[in-house]
């Protein structure tokens, strides 16, 4: 418990009573410890060794064991102010009114780094990615140890104040910001380790962007891991939700490449999960961290990075110009995405599409690009309009940066700024039934009503012969999507995007009664109310064993935003 004196603060108002006796940072009890009678923070002491005086501070009760007890009220309108020496650990008068003060309390008795409302570091610390959903945290802890998110998570549970982790806060809907206002926001910006060791085993802290994490391990012996390719995404939400790139068919998805992972919970505990140690918790991680409790650090098998790979994009101007050209494209693509003569674990593709008309198909080929060119284009290309064609063999860095659509990888690890007003949704095909000429047909005409919206489309190969991401299945990790041939993103800038951007899923949806969509968890679509997500994400059976997990390690729902497990 921390003292007076080793806080270093200074009391500048007090009110009721004697200075000498009575907490002045809502710690209570010990040899050396305080009493709470009279105290701003509350009369009560709690088992915890603070002072309080609701029911969620002192729950477990008064104890006399810890300081005085008493019922002896205190004015109201007493006011303490207590003002740190650290940069990053104070209480001001002017603390966030929605700030429940008995976690501001615990976290200043822990010594747990944090900043409020009225810092002026809070506005760029909980500046989303997403500026469309604004949420203002309660409080923002910035852990420099383990230890310091194992406090803030029982601050928070015994103040009643729901938890999420940031890693890189690019989540579509701002989860990692709460999803509500007043929650906490643990920001892992501190945890930036990227080592690899002898067995290409690669230990990563859970703040670590995309960028910095590649650059790592190749810095670390050429290494490599299976990622998407925008640098700034954080690996906290990125890995544990799916995390697909042009790699993900041969290598797997990200979350594939977790082989343990160092798990704070809801009581403050830090274990480690892996396949033999709290397996279940290991499972359901790989799916549902955000629920479960927060990764401090990710163990990723890494593997060597191949020394090149081929990388290709065609441009096409005269698909999007015809509904017959536009349909007939995507069977054929769809055709050659099935066929094993063609198609197999070397080969990624995707397209992107966009309301300036712009139809582009590109992909990776592990493989030359002499077997690229013998092997899949003429295949690939056959019947379609006539293209412009960028194929080129790359070192693997040289890949990573030309797919980031930036000149490095290299990210800040602290004042990240780049940020996007957006609403997307997905849309996972299962290889089943793939897209049909009827869904195809309706995603067009729907396309042509999107008058000034600016949107774009991206459909990712997942599926067909070969995909490593589909050889795996519920029994592996918390991650339902182990069936799609494709996964769409359907993305519109601003609000005033969001009725067109529902259209296209609807369009899509209602032209193919007969598939069973699903969405994707790293897509995350704020517009669903949680029933309709879980049922999305994840499916009956792996959403009830979650909701298993959940109520035997987090039953009071620490971890929580509007989707989460239980919510
Ligand atoms: C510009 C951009 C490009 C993208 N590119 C791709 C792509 O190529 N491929 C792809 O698959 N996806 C892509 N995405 C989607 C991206 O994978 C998800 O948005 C991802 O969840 C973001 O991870 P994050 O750590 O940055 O997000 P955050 O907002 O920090 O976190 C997202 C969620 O995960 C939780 N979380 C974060 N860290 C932890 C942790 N350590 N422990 C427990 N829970 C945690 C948060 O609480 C929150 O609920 C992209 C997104 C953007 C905005």
Same mark, same amino acid.
């Given at each position: 418990?921390?003292?007076?004196?080793?806080?270093?603060?200074?009391?500048?108002?007090?009110?009721?009573?004697?200075?000498?006796?009575?907490?002045?940072?809502?710690?209570?009890?010990?040899?050396?410890?305080?009493?709470?009678?009279?105290?701003?923070?509350?009369?009560?002491?709690?088992?915890?060794?603070?002072?309080?005086?609701?029911?969620?501070?002192?729950?477990?009760?008064?104890?006399?064991?810890?300081?005085?007890?008493?019922?002896?009220?205190?004015?109201?309108?007493?006011?303490?102010?207590?003002?740190?020496?650290?940069?990053?650990?104070?209480?001001?008068?002017?603390?966030?009114?929605?700030?429940?003060?008995?976690?501001?309390?615990?976290?200043?008795?822990?010594?747990?780094?944090?900043?409020?409302?009225?810092?002026?570091?809070?506005?760029?610390?909980?500046?989303?990615?997403?500026?469309?959903?604004?949420?203002?945290?309660?409080?923002?802890?910035?852990?420099?140890?383990?230890?310091?998110?194992?406090?803030?998570?029982?601050?928070?549970?015994?103040?009643?104040?729901?938890?999420?982790?940031?890693?890189?806060?690019?989540?579509?809907?701002?989860?990692?910001?709460?999803?509500?206002?007043?929650?906490?926001?643990?920001?892992?910006?501190?945890?930036?380790?990227?080592?690899?060791?002898?067995?290409?085993?690669?230990?990563?802290?859970?703040?670590?962007?995309?960028?910095?994490?590649?650059?790592?391990?190749?810095?670390?012996?050429?290494?490599?891991?299976?990622?998407?390719?925008?640098?700034?995404?954080?690996?906290?939400?990125?890995?544990?939700?799916?995390?697909?790139?042009?790699?993900?068919?041969?290598?797997?998805?990200?979350?594939?490449?977790?082989?343990?992972?160092?798990?704070?919970?809801?009581?403050?505990?830090?274990?480690?999960?892996?396949?033999?140690?709290?397996?279940?918790?290991?499972?359901?991680?790989?799916?549902?961290?955000?629920?479960?409790?927060?990764?401090?650090?990710?163990?990723?098998?890494?593997?060597?990075?191949?020394?090149?790979?081929?990388?290709?994009?065609?441009?096409?101007?005269?698909?999007?110009?015809?509904?017959?050209?536009?349909?007939?494209?995507?069977?054929?693509?769809?055709?050659?995405?099935?066929?094993?003569?063609?198609?197999?674990?070397?080969?990624?593709?995707?397209?992107?599409?966009?309301?300036?008309?712009?139809?582009?198909?590109?992909?990776?080929?592990?493989?030359?690009?002499?077997?690229?060119?013998?092997?899949?284009?003429?295949?690939?290309?056959?019947?379609?309009?006539?293209?412009?064609?960028?194929?080129?063999?790359?070192?693997?860095?040289?890949?990573?940066?030309?797919?980031?659509?930036?000149?490095?990888?290299?990210?800040?690890?602290?004042?990240?700024?780049?940020?996007?007003?957006?609403?997307?949704?997905?849309?996972?095909?299962?290889?089943?039934?793939?897209?049909?000429?009827?869904? /195809?047909?309706? @995603?067009?005409? !729907?396309?042509? *009503?999107?008058? =000034? #919206?600016?949107?774009?489309?991206? %459909? +990712?190969?997942?599926?067909?012969?070969?995909?490593?991401?589909?050889?795996?299945?519920?029994?592996?990790?918390?991650?339902?999507?182990?069936?799609? /041939?494709?996964? @769409?993103?359907? !993305?519109?800038? *601003?609000?005033? =995007? #969001?009725?067109?951007?529902?259209? %296209? +899923?609807?369009?899509?949806?209602?032209?193919?009664?007969?598939?069973?969509?699903?969405?994707?968890?790293?897509?995350?679509?704020?517009?669903?109310?949680?029933?309709?997500?879980?049922?999305?994400?994840?499916?009956?059976?792996?959403?009830?064993?979650?909701?298993? %997990?959940?109520?035997?390690?987090?039953?009071?729902?620490?971890?929580?935003?509007?989707?989460?497990?239980?919510?």
């Amino acid at each position: 418990m921390r003292t007076f004196s080793s806080l270093g603060v200074a009391l500048l108002s007090l009110g009721v009573v004697s200075a000498q006796t009575v907490s002045t940072d809502a710690t209570c009890g010990g040899t050396v410890g305080f009493t709470c009678q009279g105290s701003t923070f509350g009369n009560c002491c709690s088992s915890n060794g603070w002072c309080g005086s609701t029911a969620a501070y002192c729950g477990t009760g008064c104890q006399s064991g810890f300081g005085t007890c008493t019922s002896t009220s205190v004015s109201s309108s007493t006011v303490v102010k207590v003002v740190s020496t650290s940069s990053t650990t104070k209480i001001s008068a002017t603390a966030s009114p929605t700030a429940p003060q008995s976690a501001q309390q615990c976290l200043n008795g822990k010594n747990v780094p944090y900043k409020m409302t009225s810092d002026a570091a809070y506005a760029d610390l909980v500046e989303p990615y997403n500026l469309r959903l604004p949420y203002k945290p309660a409080v923002v802890v910035i852990p420099t140890t383990n230890q310091h998110i194992q406090d803030a998570v029982v601050c928070a549970s015994q103040a009643g104040i729901k938890v999420q982790a940031k890693s890189g806060g690019h989540s579509y809907a701002s989860f990692s910001s709460g999803g509500k206002d007043g929650s906490m926001m643990i920001d892992l910006q501190s945890l930036q380790t990227v080592s690899v060791d002898a067995a290409g085993v690669a230990t990563v802290g859970g703040g670590v962007r995309l960028g910095n994490l590649a650059n790592g391990i190749w810095n670390a012996g050429k290494r490599a891991l299976s990622h998407g390719t925008c640098p700034g995404v954080g690996i906290g939400g990125h890995f544990t939700h799916g995390g697909y790139g042009h790699t993900s068919r041969n290598y797997g998805l990200a979350m594939d490449q977790i082989v343990a992972a160092d798990v704070v919970l809801a009581n403050g505990t830090l274990i480690k999960a892996s396949s033999t140690q709290s397996p279940d918790i290991f499972w359901a991680i790989r799916g549902a961290a955000e629920s479960i409790g927060i990764v401090t650090t990710f163990y990723l098998q890494t593997r060597p990075a191949p020394a090149n790979i081929t990388y290709l994009q065609f441009s096409f101007t005269d698909i999007l110009k015809s509904k017959t050209t536009f349909t007939n494209t995507w069977l054929h693509l769809q055709d050659v995405a099935k066929n094993a003569s063609v198609t197999n674990s070397k080969l990624s593709f995707g397209v992107y599409m966009d309301n300036y008309g712009t139809f582009s198909l590109s992909g990776a080929y592990f493989g030359s690009v002499a077997d690229f060119n013998s092997t899949v284009r003429p295949e690939l290309l056959r019947t379609l309009p006539t293209s412009t064609a960028t194929v080129e063999s790359l070192s693997w860095y040289d890949y990573l940066v030309k797919v980031s659509g930036s000149t490095t990888i290299q990210v800040p690890t602290t004042g990240y700024d780049e940020h996007d007003n957006f609403f997307a949704k997905s849309l996972t095909v299962p290889e089943s039934t793939g897209l049909t000429s009827a869904g /195809l047909d309706a @995603l067009y005409d !729907y396309l042509q *009503t999107s008058g =000034s #919206i600016d949107y774009y489309v991206i %459909i +990712n190969l997942y599926g067909g012969p070969g995909s490593a991401i589909n050889s795996k299945d519920t029994a592996f990790a918390a991650y339902s999507d182990r069936n799609s /041939l494709w996964v @769409l993103q359907n !993305y519109g800038a *601003t609000a005033a =995007s #969001i009725p067109f951007v529902n259209g %296209i +899923n609807s369009a899509i949806i209602n032209a193919q009664p007969q598939t069973s969509f699903g969405a994707y968890l790293n897509y995350v679509d704020p517009s669903y109310d949680a029933a309709t997500a879980h049922k999305l994400y994840y499916s009956t059976a792996v959403y009830s064993r979650l909701a298993t %997990i959940k109520s035997q390690v987090d039953p009071k729902s620490v971890f929580w935003n509007p989707q989460a497990i239980g919510a």
